[in-house]
Each structure stands twice: as structure tokens, then as C-alpha cells.
């Protein structure tokens, strides 16, 4: 209180200071004046007034002084408004993951989460429907190919466009948290939300939802092990992709049913559909599926032992998938590379082996995880080594009721 009310403190200290308190991650030096006009002066006071300090280009207020001004000194309307926006358009850009400036958009979305689950959660009903679902899907995007974030925010986001009886929102929140809950291996629950969101799609009559919730059933359901389902899902959701001239959702499934053909052994045929699918993908600038379709490759000559040739492609996904801020994906591949130099560097392999299990664990990927782990008891030169490895790929696969893959590889 001695700081709050010394001389040096101005008007615009205190009003950046009710601002700073209801921001958990601090303010980014570049936001300052986005949120005050006179933010970086007023910055100033607070840190002369030894009530805010700077840290690795933000100001930031220490958690128990934040507590205390958010409730002595709460935020003005127009300013908490004024935050509200800028948070906002900062989760919408959580939508450019997986696209050409994915990787950018997550660099400066990182340290903004804290805030972004903060102002989403502020945001409801102080402004309409539209907006807020905008960022609230972008944000999901960038929680799930980071493994950053919590579905928490996005599920009370979907209760609140419930309640605003917005149909098409809901849907869109509904799909995007199974999107989430697929990332992370619990491909059952993913399922469930895809079908609610169909039903509203259908209902609805928004196509383009309806095709991507029915390619997104087919991909629950080849993680699953299920291939006839989601071969039936994916050819289902062609001919709805061609009817919107959607290229880009066309190229999704073709590399799906690759993807079936590859893990059916049906080498030549998941060639084909790979080299189609990357076609397609590339006029439609689909970076995430061109990603896929080049892991694919690398699995297509991995098994016919080309290992060069793998490689060469393991390390174009890669490449791609780094682009685009995929952290699973980036796991995928590494794990591809290492598989291609097993034979010819085993070392390298090991460590690219363990490079996708890091990847994997910050992707929150069960799946992903038991998998490394899986290849790692493969590379393994002893036999403490090879228990450790296997034990963890079964309780991997265990923590996301994955019995029939623990039964399948004898875990």
C-alpha cells in the first residue's frame, strides 16, 4: 500500500497495475502498449516502485501481490475489455498450427498461456459467441499439437455456447476437444465428442463439419485398430470434401486410406495413395498431410529396406512438421529416423530413438511414449535395459486402456 499510493506512483501505474494482476504469465514487453497507450511509462513506475520487475522481455508481478490487487484494486471495465481483446486475437492465432507459420505462432503463444486460459475464462458472456469461439478453438489448436493447455477451458467454453443456444459454436468447440482428447491417445472418448458434433453439423446442414467430424471418426477408429471403420469413414467423407472443392480435406483422406493400405502390408497400394494424397496436399498448400504423406513414404521404403531412401523421407516430415509446430508429429518422424539407422548406426539410432520419446512426452502422447519405448527395448543391450523399456511401453498403453496392443506385443 506504501508503493500504491507513494508519489511516484501516476494514474496509468495503477491502471496497469489492475491490468497486470488478472495476467498470471506477466505482460510481453510488445503488448505494453497494446493494452495502455502509455504502457511502457507506466511500466516504468511499477518498477520503480518496486511493484512489478522485468524478466526475459516481460513485466511481471509476483503471485501474492497480484492476489492482493486483483481484489483491492480490481481492473477497469474498459481496460479488462481492452485486455480481453488483445488475448483473444493472440488464441486465434492458434488456428496457424499446422500451417506455413505454425512454428512462429507457437513460439509467441507459449509464454502466453497462462493468460489465454485466464481471459478465456474472463471473456464469457462479455462478448458474443463468435469471437469467443474463435479463440477458443484456436487456443485447443495450440494446446494439442503442443501438449500445452487443458481441455478445462475449452469444455467450459462449450457449456457457455450451449447456453447462448449457438449450435454451429458448440459443434465446433465439441469437435475441437476431441481433436485434443485424440492427440493425447484417448482415442474412445475423441469418438464420442466427434459424434455429437456430427449430429449438430447434420442437423444443421454445415457439410464441411459434417465431412471433417466423419474423417475425424475415421482417424479415432484407425487408431483403434479398427480398419474397416475407418476405411468406411474415410471413403464416406471423399465425396463430401469434392462437392465443397476442398482439396485440402480430399488430400486428408486419400493419405488416411495409405495409411490403412500400409498397415495391411499392401505396400505398392499405400505408395500410390501417399504420391496422390502429396499431390493433392501441395496445391492446396496442406503442409500438415504433406508432412504425413512423406512419413508415410519413409514407412513404405522402410519396410522394402530401402533405408536411405526412408530416411530421406523421415527427415522431409520432419522438417515439415517442425514448420508447422507439430510436436507429435515431429516424435513420428524421429521415431522414423531412427528406425532407418538402425542397421547402419545403431548409436545415432538410440538417440534418435530417445529424441522421439522426449517429443512424445511433451505432446502428452501415451501412445507415442509406449511406442519409443518399444523400440528402444529393440535397440537395447541388456536385458535391464530391455524390461525398463517394455515395462514403460506397457504402462503407457495401460493408462489409455490399451489392452489389445499390451496382448499384441506380449507387454
Known amino acids: 500500500e506504501l508503493s500504491i499510493t507513494s508519489p511516484r506512483m ?57 492476489a492482493y490487487v486483483a481484489k483491492a484494486y480490481e481492473v477497469a471495465g474498459t481496460d479488462e475489455l481492452r485486455v480481453i481483446a488483445q488475448y483473444l486475437a493472440l488464441a486465434v492465432r492458434g488456428d496457424e498450427l499446422g500451417r506455413a507459420t505454425g512454428a512462429e505462432a507457437a513460439e509467441r503463444l507459449t509464454p502466453e498461456i497462462g493468460n489465454l486460459e485466464t481471459i478465456l475464462m474472463r471473456a464469457v458472456n462479455r462478448v458474443n459467441v463468435n469471437e469467443l469461439t474463435n479463440a477458443t478453438v484456436g487456443y485447443g489448436e495450440f494446446a494439442r499439437f503442443t501438449g500445452l493447455g487443458s481441455l478445462q477451458v475449452v469444455a467450459h467454453i462449450t457449456a457457455s455456447a450451449q447456453l447462448a443456444n449457438d449450435d454451429a459454436q458448440r459443434a465446433r468447440c465439441l469437435r475441437e476437444i476431441g481433436l485434443m482428447e485424440m492427440d493425447r491417445s484417448r482415442d474412445k472418448a475423441a469418438g464420442n465428442y466427434f459424434v455429437a458434433a456430427l449430429e449438430i453439423y447434420r442437423t444443421i446442414g454445415d457439410q464441411q463439419g459434417e465431412a471433417y467430424c466423419i474423417r475425424d471418426l475415421g482417424l479415432a477408429a484407425l487408431d483403434l485398430s479398427e480398419l474397416s471403420e475407418a476405411e468406411s469413414r474415410f471413403k464416406e467423407a471423399i465425396p463430401l470434401f469434392r462437392n465443397l472443392n476442398s482439396s485440402y480435406g480430399e488430400a486428408d483422406c486419400i493419405e488416411l486410406l495409405g495409411e490403412i493400405a500400409r498397415v495391411q502390408d499392401d505396400l505398392q497400394k499405400a505408395r500410390d495413395r501417399f504420391s ?80 522421439a520419446l522426449e517429443l512424445y512426452e511433451r505432446a502428452l502422447s501415451p501412445h507415442g511414449m509406449a511406442s519409443a519405448n518399444l523400440w528402444l527395448a529393440e535397440l537395447a543391450s541388456n536385458d535391464a535395459q530391455i524390461r525398463a523399456h517394455r515395462t514403460a511401453a506397457r504402462n503407457a498403453w495401460s493408462s489409455i486402456g490399451r489392452d489389445d496392443l499390451i496382448e499384441k506385443h506380449q507387454l
Do not use: W
Request: negative net charge; charged residues 20%.
Open 10 to 66: 501516476t494514474t496509468e501505474g495503477r491502471r496497469l497495475l489492475s491490468i497486470l494482476a488478472i495476467l498470471p504469465g506477466g505482460i510481453a514487453d510488445a503488448d505494453l502498449p497494446a493494452l495502455l497507450d502509455d504502457g511502457d511509462t507506466a511500466a516504468g513506475v511499477l518498477r520503480a516502485c518496486g511493484l512489478a520487475f522485468a524478466e526475459a522481455g516481460r513485466l511481471r508481478m509476483l503471485a501474492p501481490l497480484r
Open 276 to 355: 496422390e494424397a502429396l499431390t493433392l496436399s501441395k496445391s492446396s498448400e496442406n503442409l500438415l498431410c504433406e508432412a504425413r504423406c512423406a512419413r508415410g513414404l519413409g514407412h513404405v521404403a522402410l519396410a522394402e529396406s530401402n533405408f536411405a531412401i526412408a530416411r530421406t523421407h523421415f527427415e522431409v516430415a520432419l522438417a515439415l512438421y517442425r514448420n508447422i509446430g507439430d510436436v507429435l508429429g515431429q516424435g513420428n518422424a524421429m521415431l522414423g529416423v531412427s528406425r532407418s539407422l538402425s542397421t547402419e548406426d545403431p548409436n545415432t539410432a538410440i538417440t534418435a530413438a530417445y529424441a
